[in-house]
């Protein structure tokens, strides 16, 4: 089964009010990336900053 999900809300910016539609698209998974613990690799790329 499929569904479409459709919202509308308001937004009020400097007394301004703004009506909002959003609608979900299915199919679109964002992959993040695993963070390291590491970070030996960005001292190797950074300068020395020190006196």
Excluded: H, L
Aim: glycine fraction near 4%; aromatic fraction near 16%.
């Amino acid at each position: 089964m499929r569904s479409n999900v459709f919202e509308t809300f308001k937004v009020i910016f400097q007394r301004k009010v703004f009506w909002i539609r959003a609608k979900e698209v299915p199919g679109w998974v964002p992959e993040f990336m695993e963070e390291s613990d590491d970070e030996s690799i960005f001292e190797e790329e950074m300068p020395d900053m020190e006196g």
